[in-house]
Every structure is written in C-alpha cells, then in structure tokens.
C-alpha cells in the first residue's frame, strides 16, 4: 500500500489496482494554433505544467503501473460531434475546419497527437474520447475493470471541463480519485484554483488532490 500526503486527507492506493489517467494533452490544446487557441485562449500556460507531468509519468512507467492517455478526438465525418457542440460561441475555427495543425479535434489529424513529451508508449491505452468526460462514449471503464482497478490519479488539461469532468464520472462509477494539483492547468488561473478546491470539499466529494512532490517521493 502507498500512502501519500493529499488533501484533504491522506490517500492510499495499491500499484496494481491503480491507473495514471492523462487527459487529453494534445497539440490542440497547448500548441498555438490547435483548438485551445481558436477560441480565444493563450495556451502557453498549458505548457508549463509539461515538465512535471514528465517526471510523474516517468516514475510511473518506472513502477510498472497503467497508464491511460486520452484525447479529445471527433470522427472525419463528425457524427459524433453534436451541432450544439460544433456550433456553439463564436470560435475563429470550428471542430472539423482546417487550421494549422489539421483537422480541429480530428482523429488522426496532426493537431490531435498528444505532445512529443508525454507520447504514449506501445501497450499504453489511448483512448479517444468525443466528450468532455472520458467515460462517455468510451470502453474506458470497462478496460478499467477489465485490469482490476479501482484507484484512478489524475493529470492533464483542462482543469475545469475535461479533468474535472473525467474525475466526477470515475467517482461516479466507483473510482477513488486523485488530482495531481501541479500536473493539471486551466486557460483560467481562477478556474483551476476553484474545480481543484470544489473537488476535495465536503470531504473529498469527487476526490483528493496531491502535489506531484509527494507522490515522487513514495514511488522513490
Ligand atoms: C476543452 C478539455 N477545454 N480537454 N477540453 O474543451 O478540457
């Protein structure tokens, strides 16, 4: 069993039964010139956060334990994308336009790889996802379920709609969560702040959360 200081209170969990669940790091989202970036945001704050994601990743590969990576990914032809989704706000391009990086939340396009950083490894699940949730219109849970786990970390971008999105639909199936608080990066500092505060109120309600630090420091 590892133990490891979170709030707002400890958090323990067992390698085997454990998956580290990265969310939707894709160039779409923290490159210039992906989808992040249409709609308004400087997405060079997402990139800060890249680092430490590398070396949580790293320990973790290096203990032997799953590793989930998720993208935000629509089909070409879009018939998983509902035109409330497609249509909404005023974006300078859409999901499906052609922009810099190809496609806009296109499978397979070059915008929607995961950043060379944190690419996956061959074995590791990836799994695309055409909601906020990675649940959602996913086999997620059931690969989950399939590996025996039960305990989920959590890293990735952004941290008020897909993180916390995938957080609450784990707590929901059962899933004893936990957000990594230097690993995950919103658009909105003010955001981020409050989806990493809401989460572990009232008792860890959706789950605890962690510095990367003291996670690091037991699988050392
Ligand atoms: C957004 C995400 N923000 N991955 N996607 O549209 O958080």
């Not at 969990?13 to 790091?25: G, H, N, Q, S």
């Not at 060379?116 to 996802?129: C, Q, T």
């Not at 849970?141 to 590996?147: C, F, G, I, N, S």
């Not at 709609?161 to 004893?176: F, H, I, K, L, W």
Request: with cysteine.
């Amino acid at each position: 069993m590892i133990r490891i200081d979170a709030n707002p209170f400890e958090y323990a969990f067992e390698l085997p039964r454990t998956a580290l669940v990265i969310i939707d790091m894709q160039r779409d989202f923290i490159e210039p010139g992906g989808f992040g970036e249409t709609l308004g945001n400087d997405v060079s704050l997402l990139s800060a956060i890249v680092p430490a994601c590398q070396r949580v990743l790293a320990a973790w590969r290096g203990a032997g334990a799953l590793v989930v990576h998720t993208r935000e990914a629509h089909a070409p032809d879009l018939s998983d994308c509902p035109p409330a989704k497609r249509n909404r706000g005023n974006p300078s391009l859409r999901i499906g336009d052609a922009g810099p990086m190809g496609r806009i939340l296109v499978a397979g396009e070059p915008g929607n790889q995961i950043i060379p950083a944190l690419a996956p490894l061959p074995g590791e699940i990836v799994i695309d996802k055409p909601g906020k949730g990675a649940f959602y219109a996913t086999p997620l849970h059931e690969l989950l379920q399939k590996a025996g786990i039960t305990h989920l970390l959590f890293m990735g971008v952004t941290t008020e709609v897909c993180v916390q999105t995938s957080m609450r639909e784990a707590n929901d199936r059962g899933y004893d969560g936990l957000l990594l608080e230097d690993c995950t990066e919103s658009y909105f500092p003010a955001f981020k702040a409050a989806a990493v505060d809401m989460m572990r109120a009232q008792g860890a309600i959706v789950g605890c959360t962690a510095a990367s630090a003291a996670l690091l420091q037991q699988l050392a």
